[in-house]
């Protein structure tokens, strides 16, 4: 149990389009999804919060216009990355949390790479 | 602010040697931890978590942690590693309050390393 999917797990983009990467619970109601972002051999860096149904709440120095975070149902959120920018390209996990319980399950991440 | 510390950044162990990773945290309320494990281009596998109660938790994988309040410590050990436990590995806390978002808090990680 506790599955959790993100596509596409790699993608390559030109300077200046916009990548959207999706996140998934398979087999469980998430009600709060979170984006991370993580630079090679570093920690995760919590990019937001999302909860199904409303605004997602950023990180301060994330900017939220770049980023674009929906999290249309219990089950989906996604990530835009707009106007993508050779700065952007990154490994970025999803997470998604259940209910109050605080523990958050991981989806496999994301390699993204901007040329 | 919370914080929390894994002081080895890599550690190389043997085939079949016991493990402890360290993990020390900052934290102003009763925290939650957490240890999770990174294999290369992975997500984060949940290996085991407390929340309260016996303070020796176990996990998956042949996995436990100890949680000692006087340290401020959650130390995760095994008592004999595989060389698929090869990885990085990741001490979280958190707190479900609103004024830390109910968000985790993670160390910076540990890289280990199996040696046959």
């Known amino acids: 149990g506790a599955v959790v999917s993100q596509h596409p797990s790699r993608v390559i983009c030109k300077s200046g389009t916009s990548v959207k990467i999706e996140c998934r619970s398979l087999?469980?109601?998430?009600?709060?999804m979170f984006w991370y972002r993580q630079f090679p051999k570093q920690s995760l860096m919590l990019m937001a919060t999302?909860?199904?149904?409303?605004?997602?709440?950023?990180e301060q120095g994330v900017e939220k216009d770049k980023f674009l975070i929906n999290h249309a149902s219990l089950t989906l959120s996604t990530l835009t990355v707009t106007s993508a920018h050779p700065e952007d390209s990154s490994f970025y996990i999803c997470?998604?949390?259940?209910?109050?319980?605080?523990?958050?399950?991981f989806g496999p991440g994301t390699r993204l790479t901007v040329t | 602010a919370q914080s929390v510390t894994q002081p080895d950044i890599h550690i190389t162990v043997s085939e079949g040697a016991s493990l402890e990773l360290r993990c020390n945290y900052s934290?102003?309320?009763?925290?939650?931890l957490f240890w999770y494990v990174q294999s290369p281009g992975q997500g984060l596998q949940l290996l085991l978590k407390?929340?309260?109660?016996?303070?020796l938790v176990q996990g998956i994988k042949g996995f436990e942690a100890e949680f000692k309040r006087s340290q401020s410590s959650f130390n995760l050990r095994k008592p004999s590693v595989h060389w698929s436990d090869a990885a990085e590995y990741f001490c979280?806390?958190?707190?479900?309050?609103?004024?830390?978002?109910?968000?985790?808090?993670f160390g910076a990680g540990t890289i280990l390393r199996v040696k046959s």
């Open positions: 997470s998604a949390r259940q209910g109050a319980r605080l523990e958050q399950y």
């Open positions: 087999d469980f109601q998430a009600t709060t």
């Open positions: 999302s909860n199904e149904g409303s605004k997602a709440t950023y």
């Open positions: 934290y102003g309320a009763t925290p939650y």
């Open positions: 407390y929340f309260s109660g016996d303070t």
């Open positions: 979280a806390v958190g707190a479900p309050r609103l004024e830390y978002g109910n968000k985790l808090v």
